[in-house]
Each structure stands twice: as C-alpha cells, then as structure tokens.
C-alpha cells in the first residue's frame, strides 16, 4: 500500500466512528497526477446524490505534462462501492446526522487508487481541547520514560 496523502484534520475536527474503503473514477492525467502527490483532501467530503457515492472538495492538481485535455482540480468525482453498502451509508447519514469524510487517499497492491472513507461525528470545542490534553499528557510521559533511561 503506497500512501498519496492523508486527511489529518479530520481526526482533529470528527470522531471516526467506522472506516470503509472504496475505489474512486479518475481520468489518466488525475491518476498521473495522484503518482506525483497532487492530492489535498483538505474540506473534502463525500455525499450520496441519486444513489451513486460522489467525493467533493478534492483538490488533484493538474498533471504538468498533460495536455489540453487536463482535468478540472476540483470537479465532482464518483466513488465506487457496492449498493447495499452505499444505502446503509445513507442510512446511517440521514438518521444519525452524520458526515462522510475521506480520511486517505492511497495505491492498494494491484496499483489501484482508493480511498478510505469515515463515517464521522462532528468534535465539538471540548472534545477537542481533551484530545489535545491527552496528547499531550502522553506525549510527557514519553519523554519521562526516554530520559529515565
């Protein structure tokens, strides 16, 4: 598995409460692109529009090479996944309140691109500043133990 990028402020802004993967329709250029590390998942989300997964907010940079027939950085890109799954998603979106992010962005053993989703709840300012407690509480006690050596 050969990571592109990652979503980082996602784990800081939502609570990822299941993780799914799922392959994603790109063009040659954005696949080329992707190779490069063009890829910003920064404010993206994924929705459900007359039964098809769609991904939004993904910036892949247009592929230097390409020619006029480069991609368009930020256009709507379908995601592929089974129906059943996708309709439990929409389940679990509509009743529950919750948000479709794309945590990362990563080539799987066939050379693939896909895409690990998260079935997230928004963190509000609390939980937040508990993370970063926590973090750093953790981060202490590493150091305690490194220097005691």
Known sequence: ???ISQNKKARHDYIVLEKFEAGIALTGTEVKSCRAGGV???DAYA???DGNLQLTGVHIAPYEQGNRNNHEPRRLRRLLMHKREI????KSVEAKGL???P???YFNDKGKVKVELGLCRGKNVRDKRDDLKKREADRDIR???T???
């Open 87 to 90: 309709t439990r998603l929409k």
């Open 1 to 3: 598995m050969k990571m």
């Open 40 to 42: 910003s998942l920064v």
């Open 47 to 49: 929705s459900i529009q």
């Open 99 to 101: 948000t479709l992010v």
């Open 103 to 105: 945590l990362s962005f």
């Open 143 to 145: 150091r305690a133990l």
């Open 147 to 149: 220097a005691k050596r």
